[in-house]
C-alpha cells in the first residue's frame, strides 16, 4: 500500500511562497497522474496542480495559474508544490495525490477526487494579512 506524506505547509504573509514536498513509500506501476488537492473550510476539495508522471503534462486550476509549479523528483520519488503570490483565499489544508486516472485520447489526467486511489494526510497552509 502506498503511502503518501506530505511537509512544507505553514503560516505565510500575502504575497509569500511556500514550497510543499510530498514523499512516496512507493509508486504503483498503474500510476500517472500525480496532484495537489486543497480543501478550505466549509468548502469541497478540489484539485490545484497536477502532472503526469515522466512526462512533460501539466495542469493547472484557473484560481492560480501563473502562481504555482508542479513538479517531481522520480529518484527521490517526491512531488513538489511551489505556491507564490500567495492569498488570503489560498488557505486550506493541502494534499497530496496519486491516480492513473489518464486519458489517452484526451492527452490529459482526470482532476477529480475519484480519479485518485492514493491520498496523504494533508498539510496546512494559512495565508493571512
Known amino acids: 500500500q502506498a503511502q503518501l506524506v506530505e511537509s512544507g505547509g505553514g503560516s505565510v504573509q500575502v504575497g509569500g511562497s511556500l514550497r510543499l514536498s510530498c514523499i512516496t513509500s512507493?509508486?504503483?506501476?498503474?500510476?500517472?497522474?500525480m496532484a495537489w488537492f486543497r480543501q478550505a473550510p466549509g468548502k469541497e476539495r478540489e484539485a490545484v496542480a497536477i502532472l503526469r508522471s515522466g512526462a512533460a503534462y501539466t495542469w493547472y486550476t484557473d484560481s492560480m495559474k501563473g502562481r504555482l509549479s508542479i513538479s517531481e523528483d522520480l529518484t527521490k520519488r517526491t512531488v513538489y508544490l511551489q505556491m507564490n503570490s500567495l492569498k488570503l483565499e489560498d488557505t486550506a489544508m493541502y494534499y497530496c495525490?496519486?491516480?492513473?486516472?489518464?486519458?489517452?485520447?484526451?492527452?490529459?489526467?482526470?482532476?477529480?477526487?475519484?480519479?485518485?486511489?492514493?491520498w496523504g494526510q494533508g498539510t496546512q497552509v494559512t495565508v493571512s494579512s
Open positions: 512507493i509508486v504503483p506501476a498503474n500510476v500517472h497522474c
Open positions: 495525490a496519486m491516480g492513473n486516472a489518464w486519458d489517452p485520447w484526451g492527452g490529459r489526467c482526470g482532476v477529480r477526487e475519484s480519479d485518485f486511489a492514493y
